[in-house]
């Protein structure tokens, strides 16, 4: 049984068409009730008349059709507005009339090619409908009524495309940000490429001046020269890292050495070289990898490498454990430091790099948390969406 708690993400959960089919059958349903006969819509001044057969096609056609006024609005509103023509023609005025303003609203916010063309059209639509309103009723309903009428519609249209414009702005602001966060990761990774430049050609500079002074002695020479070897190797292996960062397609490609190192298999290099750092790791993956998880992949390599960074900074020593999990929607990473080590600093830091992680979870719709448990641990949670671009 769902709990009301679950009830929400229960329906956003359900296809939108389900959504609204379910708007057009509640609507459908309350036009039957006997208290609620003759409450509808009614436009002229023609007797109502109970239903019959031919009702509840009618009122079927009125309702119905809200299923697709998402998807499909145009097509919507013309079966409601046909439904709705001889529901007042007949003299019905049921309840199912209230879909003809809902099918406008719905409309005037989902409808994205000729609008203008199309309001023009369901315009002129209602000229006929008004002229044989007014002939076949006794001439009470004079021509003010017909455009005070008119001029509800237009503004049950005019509701929906400043919904449709807000949402676009909206869309327009989450944009902005997240180019905005763009720009301020690169601008620290490109900080990172200077540093990472200038350690490593410095230590090989110096390295390689000694050299000159050990001709005399092979063996410390030999090792001299594998340590600048080394420092190099690990120069290029942080450039490609932080080129990654900057473009995450960069290195992808059909040749054998192009190809990029899967999420998994850098999570892994990761833990081991943390291991060989001195800090016990226990890694655990749970499900696996999407095929095309956008930038979610790279989100969670950032977490996990910042998480793994503090332990070994303020936590050096202490049991750490790194949990991936992968499902269908979302990536799950969790990365506890149990904090029994001999370090008493907190493996928060500074929170500069958890700030900067926090955010770029949250550009793509996830959570992230990070801090100190009761036994004395410290734990980085995220929960990342997949599929979104990067």
Not at 368 to 381: C, D
Request: hydrophobic share 40%; glycine share 12%; net charge positive.
């Amino acid at each position: 049984m769902i709990s009301p708690r679950q009830a929400p993400g229960w329906w956003q959960r359900l296809d939108v068409t389900v959504r609204d089919l379910l708007l057009g059958l509640l609507l459908l349903a309350g036009s039957f009730l006997p208290v609620l006969h003759d409450k509808g819509t009614q436009v002229g001044d023609l007797p109502t008349r109970p239903f019959d057969a031919p009702a509840i096609v009618v009122l079927g056609l009125e309702c119905l059709p809200l299923a697709v006024r998402r998807r499909r609005p145009a097509v919507s509103l013309a079966l409601v507005c046909l439904g709705f023509a001889v529901d007042q023609l007949r003299g019905y005025h049921s309840l199912a009339s209230a879909a003809l303003p809902i099918a406008l609203i719905s409309t005037g916010a989902h409808l994205e090619r000729h609008r203008r063309p199309a309001a023009l059209l369901f315009s002129a639509a209602y000229v006929p409908l008004a002229v044989a309103l007014h002939r076949l009723g006794s001439g009470g309903e004079t021509a003010s009524g017909f455009v005070t009428f008119y001029l509800a519609l237009v503004l049950a249209w005019g509701v929906g495309a400043w919904l449709r414009s807000s949402r676009a702005a909206e869309a327009d602001r989450r944009r902005r940000v997240a180019e905005d966060t763009r720009t301020a990761e690169r601008t620290r990774i490109a900080r990172e490429l200077h540093d990472v430049v200038t350690h490593h050609v410095t230590a090989m500079v110096v390295q390689a001046e000694a050299a000159r002074y050990l001709t005399g002695a092979p063996e410390r020479l030999d090792q001299t020269l594998t340590n600048v070897t080394d420092t190099g190797r690990r120069a290029i292996s942080d450039l490609r890292h932080l080129l990654d960062l900057l473009n995450p397609d960069h290195g992808t490609g059909t040749g054998t050495s192009g190809g990029r190192t899967p999420a998994a298999g850098r999570l892994r290099t990761l833990v081991e070289q943390t291991r060989r750092a001195g800090q016990p790791v226990e890694f655990t993956e749970e499900g696996a990898p999407a095929e095309s998880a956008g930038s979610a992949d790279l989100v969670v390599y950032r977490v996990v490498q910042e998480a793994l960074t503090n332990a070994l900074k303020y936590a050096h020593g202490s049991p750490t454990s790194v949990l991936v999990r992968y499902g269908e929607k979302e990536i799950s990473v969790k990365v506890g430091t149990d904090g029994s080590g001999p370090s008493t600093a907190s493996p928060g830091g500074s929170g500069r790099g958890l700030a900067g992680l926090r955010q770029r979870v949250d550009v793509l719709g996830g959570e992230f948390s990070a801090g100190r448990e009761a036994g004395g641990g410290f734990v980085v949670r995220a929960r990342i969406p997949v599929g979104n671009p990067a």
